[in-house]
T-cell receptor, first 109, second 117 residues
Framework: RKEVEQDPGPFNVPEGATVAFNCTYS??????FFWYRQDCRKEPKLLMS???SGNEDGRFTAQLNRASQYISLLIRDSKLSDSATYLC??????????FGKGTRLSVIA | DAMVIQNPRYQVTQFGKPVTLSCSQT?????MYWYQQKSSQAPKLLFH???????NEADTPDNFQSRRPNTSFCFLDIRSPGLGDAAMYLC????????????????FGSGTQLSVL
């Protein structure tokens, strides 16, 4: 089983839609969780960290479910500029981050 | 201003011809990483340095080597590039490498896209 698994998509949604991505991780000892955004042929950029209590940043909400070992990202009121690949990232303590393959989102006008 | 700088942005090499990719940072971060990312794949860690301590991932081919002569610079050497080594190579830094710290994050360079002919 891969350390981090994501549905590759693509998710094609109209502007204004709400879309959610899930990600599962295999290492129950994982302690830190993040969502990164990557545009085509660009480097990944941190979107948000994921905290145990869940957290929200504007239109973006991240949730963590330790019992089921998954994290989620919800995007409300999708914009054209949200089109990108969203990478799920986990790590355990001071070990390097492990990236998922990403979920591709296309927001259509 | 770019804080993690990778050169060149695009690199073309010939099959079997050694190539070196470079990365520099102005952040004075302790940890530097090299990731390989192929099309539609996850960034895959090749190796990383905690200061001068080199950490090689178990499945990184021997064909890939790295040097970190000082805090600011890190190099990726591919001794005999094969067609399968064509990818985006991403350099990243972090201050301590401990991502339990609330403000710890990865800072990526813009990557070097390597083509092998």
């Amino acid at each position: 089983r891969k350390e981090v698994e994501q549905d590759p998509g693509p998710f094609n949604v109209p502007e204004g839609a709400t879309v959610a991505f899930n990600c599962t991780y295999s290492n129950s000892a994982s302690q830190s969780f993040f969502w990164y955004r990557q545009d085509c042929r660009k480097e990944p950029k941190l979107l948000m960290s994921v905290y145990s209590s869940g957290n929200e940043d504007g239109r973006f909400t991240a949730q963590l479910n330790r019992a089921s070992q998954y994290i989620s990202l919800l995007i409300r009121d999708s914009k054209l500029s949200d089109s990108a690949t969203y990478l799920c990232v986990v790590n355990k303590g001071n070990t390097p981050l492990v990236f998922g393959k990403g979920t591709r989102l296309s927001v259509i006008a | 201003d770019a804080m993690v700088i990778q050169n060149p942005r695009y690199q073309v090499t010939q099959f079997g011809k050694p190539v070196t990719l470079s990365c520099s940072q102005t952040l004075n971060h302790n940890v530097m990483y090299w990731y390989q990312q192929k099309s539609s794949q996850a960034p895959k860690l090749l190796f990383h340095y905690y200061d001068k301590d080199f950490n090689n991932e178990a499945d990184t081919p021997d064909n890939f080597q790295s040097r970190r002569p000082n805090t600011s610079f890190c190099f990726l050497d591919i001794r005999s590039p094969g067609l399968g080594d064509a990818a985006m190579y991403l350099c990243a830094t972090s201050r301590t490498g401990d991502f339990l710290w609330p403000n710890e994050k990865l800072f990526f360079g813009s990557g070097t896209q390597l083509s092998v002919l």
